[in-house]
């Protein structure tokens, strides 16, 4: 038996693949870095707080022991790590080599500003109630609580009077990338996809795991058997849908990240009228919907004939600061159906009852409470906020003569940089300035020569970043 070992790790490294915030600064707490179970060592180095986890070295004894199981080899085909962790290990190391300076992080698109304490007090009451015998519950149903299904109805009619969404339509879930694997789940290894690229990562990495691509290859930087349908300045961001080859399911995120882009009603009705001809179906992410402010489309189900061609994903990860919370839904309309006839909402049911037991009830509560009149104008105050750090940001840059796309829909601002390597550029920003963006060809080579900036963030970090970003290339 392999003997483990314990050693001492510090912070940077110990949390490099939890992908989280940990600030050296004096506001810095222990509790706020992951030590499995036990609580960071604290120390002081350099005048800094180090906070440190005791965790098992992975210098374990070598074995020659292994299983005879055969390693899923659609997972030998994934490249590197994900993209987040990989950032988070680049971020890591640079903490570990500059311990004195402040990084920004706008990178990983994850919320910073509290919860709305109209919603918060939602999950409270909830979460008091299930002390006692009267508010007590346990297992929910698969599908989410009915009253969250008739509230997210209601969104819907809100959003639009015509979307048509029903209630039973609505499955609730712990978030929308857990929603876009349990789909894939779904369609199984036989169908092929079509993604926007540049495009969110989950959506590749998904179809490949589950065995629906062939190898990666380097030099074009994609994956066999995946439509990467470009989106670049020279289309509107949106894809040359007359030069597409059909698939079977089109993977479309609007307002997208990371490119920030929305499409407008008329290109929707394009893409609907794309998938209807070819019998294929989209799954429209709508994770960022709450951010549009003009009059793009805020659900595909606006578009007549929506209902016959897409899935709608979306999440309150990013309306109301539920990264962690974790709360998201899906809408599989009845009148999608497969080439036989079969209806594509009963497969997802006996896929959501099959590997899913419900959401939290208390995510739940909060979910109700942000869409209560009183939680939505919260929300839409969080929403301000942060398009105002992509005001700051895009003022910055731009005045040093780059160019932004994005931005006026979405929390992400799509920064050019002509010629360059994104990995490249976003080395020089995290070396320079100290800020921690996300390298756009982490996206798909699509992204190549685009960094993405995110405008979560604390008013404070941004304006800093922003005056940072104008120093280096100002
Ligand atoms: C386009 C898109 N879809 C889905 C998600 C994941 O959302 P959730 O937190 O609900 O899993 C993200 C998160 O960044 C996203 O950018």
Redesign the pocket.
């Known amino acids: 038996m392999a003997m483990a070992s314990q050693a001492l790790v510090s912070s940077t490294f110990a949390n490099v693949n939890s992908a989280k915030d940990v600030s050296f600064s004096s506001a810095f707490s222990p509790s706020s870095l992951r030590c499995n179970d036990a609580m960071p060592r604290m120390t002081v180095s350099r005048g800094i707080r180090v906070a440190s986890c005791a965790v098992e070295s992975l210098e374990k004894e070598k074995t020659s022991y292994a299983t005879k199981v055969t390693r899923n080899a659609n997972f030998a085909k994934l490249q590197a790590g994900y993209l987040f962790p990989e950032i988070g290990r680049r971020r890591a190391a640079h903490i570990a080599k500059y311990p004195d300076a402040k990084v920004i992080s706008l990178g990983i698109?994850d919320t910073t500003e509290p919860i709305p304490s109209v919603i918060a007090e939602g999950m409270k009451a909830k979460a008091q109630a299930l002390s006692t015998l009267e508010g007590y519950s346990g297992y929910g149903a698969e599908q989410g609580e009915g009253s969250l299904r008739a509230a997210l109805q209601k969104f819907y009619l809100k959003l639009h009077p015509d979307t048509g969404v029903k209630a039973s339509e609505v499955f609730v879930s712990d978030?929308?990338?857990?929603d876009?694997a349990r789909l894939q789940m779904m369609f199984g290894a036989d169908v092929t996809i079509a993604v926007q690229d540049p495009s969110?990562p989950?959506y590749v990495d998904s179809s490949v795991m589950m065995g629906q691509t062939g190898g990666y290859e380097a030099d074009s930087q994609q994956y066999n058997k995946i439509h990467y349908m470009k989106c670049t300045p020279e289309n509107d961001f949106f894809p040359d849908l007359a030069s597409a080859p059909r698939t079977d399911i089109i993977f479309f995120?609007s307002p997208n990240?990371p490119t920030g882009a929305t499409a407008t009603k008329k290109q929707l009705e394009e893409l609907v009228a794309f998938a209807k001809k070819n019998g294929s179906i989209i799954v429209y992410?709508a994770?960022?919907s709450i951010y549009i402010s003009d009059d793009s489309p805020k659900t595909i189900y606006e578009i007549p004939g929506a209902r016959e061609v897409a899935i709608e994903?979306s999440?309150?990860?990013?309306f109301a600061g539920?990264?962690g919370v974790?709360l998201?839904w899906t809408v599989v309309p009845e009148e999608l159906l497969y080439a036989d006839g079969f209806p594509v909402i009963k497969d997802f049911n006996r896929v959501m009852t099959t590997s899913f037991n419900g959401a939290s009830n208390i995510a739940q509560a909060g979910g109700l409470a942000c869409l209560s009149d009183d939680g939505w104008k919260a929300m839409e105050e969080l929403v301000a906020f942060y398009k105002k750090n992509v005001e700051i940001i895009v003022e910055a840059v731009t005045s040093v003569g780059l160019t932004t796309y994005g931005g006026k829909n979405a929390p992400y601002v799509w920064v050019h940089f002509p010629g360059q390597s994104s990995w490249d550029v976003f080395a020089k920003i995290l070396e320079e300035a100290h800020i921690v963006t996300t390298p756009g060809s982490g996206f798909g080579p699509g992204g190549e020569g685009f960094v993405r900036i995110s405008a979560f963030g604390h008013r404070e970090n941004i304006v800093e970043a922003a005056e940072r970003l104008k120093k280096l290339f100002g």
């Open positions: 698109g978030g929308a990338k857990c876009i969110y989950a995120c990240n992410d994770a960022y994903i999440s309150f990860s990013k539920f990264t974790r998201g």
